[in-house]
């Protein structure tokens, strides 16, 4: 365990105090995240007072907007994307100074909030992380201040122009990384495709809750790779090591997708557990909600698969104008097919794989260890 500071070219790991439970998880992300977060959120914060200011000179409802979506990126999270490229970075043995790549970290965050926004306005999410979404937010703010139409789509619409704006920030933030050019366009080449991987796994989760009965738990899984591993765990790792220098052919390359792929899986089906399971006070969301959404998840399809023609019934309810009396009924349901079960055998698989990937590779050591803590600490979590 380990609790980072900024030293020099690396952030110096010291022991952490040890924990259970909840406990132990939070102390591992904070241990590997707590001093990376702040410097991440500096340059965030730093780089997005410039853009708010400019974009108030255009119109001072500009700079509103703007503002907005500044607030977006700074509401918090856990920044496990820049946490996964800096270790990635760093398992490569960078000789860069940290300063020189912080905006490529930062600009990761700048791409998770488009993809959040965006997530939202698809899903008709009412929160995030406990507040209001951009939509909901704006909705409201049009009906107070009685303007003309109607204030969802006003909502949606500001959402969407969010989200696009943090997209845009990113290519710009990236474009600060100190790095010679031809790196940064190898660099680039990474960060595009992840997010063509993104979108692919996006477009198949619409796909999916248009079209459940035909869904199954291959593309459920299928889902969970390209829309949560590929740029939550694997594609920012390889990005760090292409900061780094690495070559594509290189073994690190390897070890990485192997790893990334396999704790990104695990994070999703995490992630599936908790949108059934999870404590609203510690998701920001209803309890629930994938019941109540009706969202093909794997947890889901396999709870179906696994289902007598009783529970299947009773599944059948699922996203059907569920009401709130129903969802810890269904919840049950899911948890007496096995599905539970299963889905945790699934997520300690992936977790022993990309251990595995790890004890394969040569990496920084520190970085190894880090690793293998966050690919526990990421899968084993409640929010």
Request: proline share 4%.
């Amino acid at each position: 365990m380990a609790n980072d500071a900024v030293a020099g070219n690396t952030l110096r790991v010291t022991p952490a105090a040890p924990g259970d439970g909840d406990d132990l998880v939070g102390a591992v992300l904070a241990a590997y995240t707590s001093d990376l977060v702040t410097a991440v959120d500096r340059t965030l914060a730093a780089f997005l007072a410039a853009e708010v200011a400019s974009l108030a000179e255009i119109d001072a409802a500009m700079g509103r907007f703007a503002a907005t979506a500044r607030d977006s990126v700074l509401a918090g999270g856990k920044r496990v994307r820049p946490t996964f490229a800096y270790w990635g970075w760093r398992g490569a043995g960078s000789a860069e100074p940290l300063p020189a790549v912080l905006p490529a970290f930062a600009a990761l965050e700048l791409l998770h909030t488009f993809a959040l926004v965006h997530d939202d306005v698809m899903d008709a999410s009412a929160t995030r992380r406990g507040r209001p979404t951009v939509q909901v937010a704006q909705a409201a703010r049009h009906a107070a201040a009685g303007h003309r139409g109607d204030p969802r789509r006003f909502g949606e619409a500001v959402a969407v122009l969010v989200g696009d704006l943090c997209v845009v920030w990113a290519d710009r933030l990236l474009a600060h990384a100190a790095l010679p050019p031809a790196r940064l366009l190898h660099v680039r080449r990474c960060y595009d495709q992840m997010r063509v991987e993104t979108i692919a796994g996006q477009y198949l989760d619409v796909l999916g809750e248009s079209d459940a009965a035909n869904w199954s738990v291959d593309r459920a899984l299928r889902v969970a790779r390209y829309k949560t591993a590929s740029y939550t765990v694997q594609k920012p790792l390889l990005f760090g090591a292409r900061l780094a220098g690495v070559d594509t052919d290189a073994p690190l390359i390897a070890a990485y997708t192997r790893y990334g792929l396999a704790v990104g899986e695990a994070f999703q089906l995490c992630d599936d557990l908790l949108g059934v399971y999870g404590d609203p006070s510690a998701t920001g969301k209803p309890a629930g909600d994938d019941l109540r959404t009706g969202k093909p998840t794997a947890l889901l399809m396999l709870a179906r698969q696994l289902a007598t023609p009783a529970q299947w019934r009773a599944l059948d309810r699922v996203g059907d104008g569920v009401t709130d009396e129903e969802i810890a009924r269904l919840a049950g349901v899911v948890a007496d097919t096995g599905a539970v079960d299963r889905v945790e055998r699934m997520i300690s698989d992936r977790v022993a794989e990309a251990l595995a990937a790890l004890d394969a590779a040569s990496i920084d050591e520190t970085a190894r260890t880090a690793l293998t803590g966050l690919a526990t600490a990421a899968t084993n979590r409640r929010a």
